[in-house]
């Protein structure tokens, strides 16, 4: 069956074929990062979590899908377990302020 309207699903040239939300969203990304107060550990505890969870679901089940929930999954209890230690970290700190 033909189409009726060919040309409507072809690709136009432009930025190396990414659309404008993505080239959109990437500036945004580049312009607020600065003012994001960011360390390390922030980043590579939940990533370190959701590693071990990708690793754990794929000898469960070696799957695509049971991959991503693993990933997921891991990444959020490693973000849990991040919260949690600045939590008790900050609770500290105000303990020892109250003391003095």
């Known amino acids: 069956m033909r189409s009726l309207n060919p040309g ?3 690709r136009r040239p432009g930025f190396g ?9 990437l ?8 003012g994001c107060n960011l360390n390390l550990t922030q980043v590579f505890i939940p990533l370190g979590y ?3 969870g990708l690793c754990i679901a794929l000898l469960v089940s070696p799957s695509v899908s049971a991959a991503i929930v693993g990933f997921v999954l891991g990444g959020i209890i490693g973000a849990a377990i991040y919260n949690n230690s ?4 900050i609770m500290e700190r105000s ?3 109250r003391s003095f």
């Open 86 to 89: 600045l939590k008790s970290d």
């Open 8 to 10: 409507k699903y072809k």
């Open 17 to 25: 074929g990414w659309g404008w939300r993505q080239v959109l969203a």
């Open 27 to 34: 500036g945004l990304i580049c312009v607020l990062l600065p």
């Open 50 to 52: 959701a590693a071990i």
């Open 95 to 97: 303990s020892l302020k």
